[in-house]
């Protein structure tokens, strides 16, 4: 089953408005939580990153919030701009299996101008 | 900066050919993982290395080896392609307490 479970699937955000992707897990033994942004035909590249003694981490236009309790956390794009049009990733990893990580199955972002 | 080089951008083989995915990181890192991307289904874990000579199935190790001679690089085997292993397929390696760091990618069509 999917460790990560990641949501919406798809996102439409008019510039200047905040996009929000949600991702829940389960395994409490997951001490890291990166988000990964994604453009067509590249890799994912690493965006921004929260452990879980933390409830919140800023940086520049991108937040990520941290509810351990809930076993939840999002990312929060402020200011929303066309080349924020992406696919994002959230995950998790588990340090002690081999830094092992797992993805959610991806939000795909388009900022309208 | 980081850098995970994936061999080739795109790849096109036929049914039944053995098909080599090189990847290269240049941080030293001990674990290092191949992912296949497809629409809708995110990132799938095929298998991963924590160590020279080391490795570990993933979630969908089937069809698939692979081979850690040297730190540094780990290749991605398709014994005999076949269609349905056409996909993006990522490289990535991860160190000590830091994310994983991906390569570009390697876009293989199977036909």
């Known amino acids: 089953q999917q460790q990560v479970k990641q949501s919406p699937q798809s996102l439409i955000v008019q510039k200047g408005g905040i996009s929000i992707i949600n991702c829940a897990y389960e395994?409490?033994?997951?001490?890291?939580f990166p988000w990964y942004q994604q453009f067509p035909g590249k890799g994912p590249a690493l965006l921004i990153a929260i452990r879980p003694d933390v409830s919140e981490k800023k940086e520049g236009r991108f937040t990520i919030s941290f509810n351990k309790s809930a076993k939840q956390f999002s990312l929060h794009i402020m200011d929303s701009q066309p080349g924020d049009s992406a696919t994002y990733f959230c995950a998790a990893r588990v340090r002690s299996n081999f830094n092992k990580f797992y993805f959610g199955s991806g939000t795909k972002l388009n900022v309208k101008p | 900066d980081v850098k995970v080089t994936q061999s080739s951008r795109y790849l096109v083989k036929r049914t039944g050919e053995k098909v080599f995915l090189e990847c290269v990181q240049d941080m030293d890192h001990e674990n290092m993982f191949w992912y296949r991307q497809d629409p809708g289904l995110g990132l799938r874990l095929i298998y991963f290395s924590y160590d020279v000579k080391m490795k570990e199935k993933g979630d969908i190790p089937e069809g698939y080896s692979v081979s850690r001679e040297k730190k540094e690089r780990f290749s991605l085997i398709l014994e005999s392609a076949s269609t349905n292993q056409t996909s993006m397929y990522l490289c990535?390696?991860?160190?000590?307490?830091?994310?994983?760091?991906f390569g570009q990618g390697t876009r293989l069509t199977v036909v």
């Open positions: 990535a390696s991860s160190g000590g307490p830091r994310s994983a760091f």
């Open positions: 395994n409490t033994a997951f001490d890291y």
